[in-house]
């Protein structure tokens, strides 16, 4: 523990003469590249030896010439050793924000559909909310409404106290991708398994099952997504995950429509039709390639690159991309040497970056459950049949509900990598708490015509669901990816994984029972406040991450708890108010708190920072 301690302190120390930039007036906390610590020379041998040690020696010239451009990223024309190709390859990356080989978008699409199993998972138990309890005899009030609330909850009980753990073991042995497709296979059997159950605990036994499938993947393949896109892009890419959520939704609403008409077995369709984007996951995964983090973390560095060459559009591209990951990498190894799965869950909580990224991306996960939109994804057809729709009314409102989801949550794919995760969350989630309040509130009118009656709680469940879908919702499991260390990533996933799914049981199990004490009014307001309790956290503990590769978030979550709150507080929210709601328009904008040198404020090429610390090598 002593070492530990004294290579924690080192590293401190080191960091320090890069992430504290005196001599910058545009931020208090400048991210340098940790590369820019060595003279050009150096870089070049050092990148050399790196490749000619680790069985990539054929492409040694090509690594010392992608160092000088990890090192300065911003004015790589003025690397005098490129090649024209590879000075045409970098500009066309640079003026070209998604331009990318197709693996790229084949790996991160596949992923992505992967994520259609949650969705259409929770809108399968919507459907099935109308008929199976009467299957299985287990309507009306008292017992009976928590037996359906632990039917619907399990999955997610599981998911977080079971699936999400044995993360870190599967992805040991098996790999991202070995471990995605095990879990996809789960969730292909179990849907289909659910639809031909007789009894509501052999429904409750398939479900648990399901949901350690669940946890699993859901900690996985947020992982392997970030970890495969380019940063400019990251954001995006990453966020495709909960568009395919939302999509899943909305196909598992198109498919109880469709099925609505089935009869006693519509119930047992609903369910089980959730295998069909497990399969496609299931079958896909065998073509994209490992995650290059993952096999460097494995000390398997030529196939690393290898991957790297498959994700990349040119190699100077995947060799610069590579080395500063491994650059980093080894850094991380100083500070955070976590030797085995408890040290390095441990970790998330003792160490301070760590636990700093383990703060925000908590409450992300732990803000989706708080807004209140899983009450809608779960019970969204039993309470519009509360207020006067049939089934088959509340079937196509629950539809239009997921179709929204979808539409709303493209225009995120836009802003999360130019807004930005933070700021998203801090506009959304106040008119998230106006109007689930003024949807709970409709629903107090019993008078006039069911237009009048049902139409103003329609209308602010949309409304709620569109801020929701242009902020927490991409934001949650996209953020909670990208904060933690390569070393611990698997651990602090599973443990904000765990988060997620355990409220999202509670809140599962005991909506039934508050509808009926609280009624849904209650229930809509009691959320409603917790959107701004929500709020609050995002505010104190939510870092931006915006356009920062995986590894410069090192030193982003360097920054302590209180100076970040108190720059936020003293600093950041009034200059805002007095320029956007006092009018203030000359006001100058003050420095931000943390900002890129690569990427705002790095000197030309020639204008090398004296060396100040040696990088650690592998």
Not at 343 to 361: E, H, K, L, Q
Request: with cysteine.
């Amino acid at each position: 523990m002593a070492e530990k301690a004294k290579a924690q302190e080192a590293h401190l120390e080191n960091r320090d003469n890069y992430v504290h930039d005196e001599k910058s007036a545009a931020a208090i906390h400048v991210i340098h590249n940790p590369l820019r610590r060595e003279s050009p020379e150096q870089v070049v041998a050092d990148a050399q030896a790196f490749a000619n040690n680790h069985n990539l020696g054929e492409y040694a010239d090509l690594f010392g010439r992608a160092a000088l451009v990890a090192r300065d990223q911003k004015h790589f024309q003025s690397v005098p050793s490129l090649l024209p190709e590879e000075i045409a390859a970098l500009q066309y990356e640079r003026d070209h924000k998604w331009h990318g080989p197709f693996m790229l978008w084949y790996s991160i699409s596949l992923c992505a559909i992967g994520a259609a199993t949650q969705g259409w998972d929770q809108t399968g138990s919507n459907g099935a909310n109308l008929s199976f309890p009467a299957e299985f005899g287990i309507t009306g009030e008292g017992a009976n409404e928590w037996k359906v609330g632990a039917v619907n909850a399990i999955i997610f009980l599981t998911a977080g106290l079971i699936g999400a753990f044995i993360t870190d073991p599967l992805n040991h042995y098996l790999g991202r991708r070995g471990e995605i497709f095990l879990t996809a296979a789960c969730l292909t059997a179990t849907p289909i398994a659910s639809g031909f159950t007789h009894s509501w605990q052999a429904l409750f036994a398939v479900r648990f099952v399901m949901g350690i499938g669940i946890g699993a993947k859901n900690a996985t393949v947020p992982i392997f997504s970030a970890e495969l896109a380019p940063a400019r892009v990251r954001g995006a890419l990453t966020m495709f995950w909960q568009l395919w959520v939302v999509a899943g939704i909305f196909l598992g609403f198109c498919a109880n429509v469709i099925v609505k008409d089935t009869g006693r077995i519509a119930w047992r369709l609903q369910l089980g039709s959730a295998f069909i984007p497990a399969f496609i996951l299931m079958l896909g995964i065998w073509f994209t390639p490992e995650s290059p983090r993952w096999l460097m973390k494995h000390k398997k560095y030529d196939k690393a690159f290898q991957s790297f060459l498959r994700l990349r559009a040119h190699p100077i591209i995947a060799a610069r991309d590579y080395y500063y990951s491994y650059i980093i990498y080894t850094e991380e190894q100083v500070a955070y040497p976590g030797s085995n799965y408890f040290s390095r869950m441990r970790d998330c909580f003792t160490v301070p970056r760590i636990r700093r990224a383990n703060y925000g991306a908590s409450t992300v996960m732990l803000a989706q459950q708080m807004c209140g939109i899983n009450i809608i994804s779960f019970y969204s057809s039993t309470i519009f049949t509360d207020v006067g729709y049939t089934d088959v009314q509340a079937l196509y409102a629950s539809l239009g509900y997921g179709a929204i989801q979808v539409v709303f949550t493209i225009p995120t794919l836009f802003m999360i990598d130019t807004i930005g995760r933070r700021r998203l969350c801090l506009i959304t989630f106040p008119l998230m708490c106006i109007f689930l309040l003024a949807a709970g509130l409709s629903l107090l009118k019993t008078t006039g015509s069911q237009g009048a009656r049902i139409g103003p709680v329609v209308l602010f469940v949309y409304l709620f669901t569109i801020m929701y879908s242009l902020g927490e919702g991409p934001v949650a499991f996209q953020y909670s990816a990208e904060v933690f260390p390569t070393i611990q990533r698997e651990q602090g996933m599973a443990f904000v994984v765990f988060i997620n799914n355990f409220f999202a049981g509670v809140l599962s199990i005991t909506f039934p029972r508050m509808r009926s004490v609280m009624t849904n009014t209650g229930a809509f307001g009691f959320y409603a406040g917790l959107n701004l309790i929500a709020w609050f956290m995002i505010f104190c503990f939510v870092r931006e991450t915006k356009q920062l590769t995986l590894e410069e978030l090192d030193q982003v979550f360097s920054v302590p708890t209180a100076e970040f709150i108190s720059y936020e507080a003293k600093v950041s929210s009034p200059w805002f108010w007095k320029r956007y709601f006092f009018f203030q328009k000359h006001l100058p904008k003050p420095p931000s708190i943390i900002a890129s040198a690569d990427t705002d404020y790095s000197p030309k090429y020639s204008e090398a920072p004296p060396r100040t610390a040696p990088v650690s090598s592998a």
